[in-house]
């Protein structure tokens, strides 16, 4: 897939596991992902009493950043491809990865935020650690979760709706235990429509 995708990392958020999730995610898209310098965790969207960002505010103020975030990694490239270009040149999608708690209006808390026309999305690790539900740290599974719910909201910025296949990485996820049931992979009609942006809604 020649798709220009960019991972950037906001505050705090590891930039190795960043990268090992756009190393998950390249291989499932056969393609490359770019990671971009980290961004700081903007103040649009902060809401201190709740201890949690506004997610589409935060986004919007993150995308307003991006220009000026340059590649650091190219990320599933073939060994002896180009040296990665030390632009900033927009991508055609860009998924920030923060560990700030997150919510939209009307909700307590949210795994992120898409924005379809802006081919942007902010995902927030936060409710993804089992930590968060007082239970046992789990690496392993905390990093499949955010892998998943990354491929889902890539399908959503090219314009995918939920998928009926439960093996699919498209199918409706309404809560955590949704997301460890799906397989870190997109079903053959997801795919196609995907890799090839034969869809418009
Ligand atoms: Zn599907």
Request: charged content about 25%; hydrophobic content about 45%.
């Amino acid at each position: 897939m020649d798709l220009r995708i960019a991972f950037i990392p906001v505050g705090r958020f590891d930039v190795a596991e960043a990268e090992a999730v756009a190393t998950r995610v390249a291989k499932v898209i056969h393609g490359t992902v770019e990671l971009r310098e980290a961004a700081p965790v903007p103040k649009a969207g902060d809401e201190p009493a709740r201890g949690q960002h506004l997610a589409g505010k935060m986004l919007g103020a993150l995308r307003a950043d991006l220009p000026r975030l340059k590649t650091t990694k190219r990320v599933g490239a073939a060994p002896g491809a180009a040296p990665v270009p030390a632009t900033a040149e927009a991508p055609d999608l860009a998924v920030f990865f923060t560990d700030v708690d997150l919510y939209k209006p009307g909700t307590d808390g949210a795994f992120g935020e898409a924005d379809l026309r802006g081919k942007a999305a902010v995902l927030s690790s936060r409710r993804l650690l089992e930590a968060f539900y007082r239970r046992k740290t789990d690496p392993v599974k905390q990093r499949a979760r955010l892998v998943k719910l990354t491929l889902m909201i890539l399908g959503r910025l090219r314009g995918l709706p939920d998928c009926g296949d439960r093996a699919c990485a498209m199918f409706t996820t309404a809560a955590l235990a949704d997301v460890d049931l799906k397989p870190e992979k997109y079903c053959a009609s997801c795919w196609h429509r995907l890799s090839t942006g034969g869809f418009r809604i």
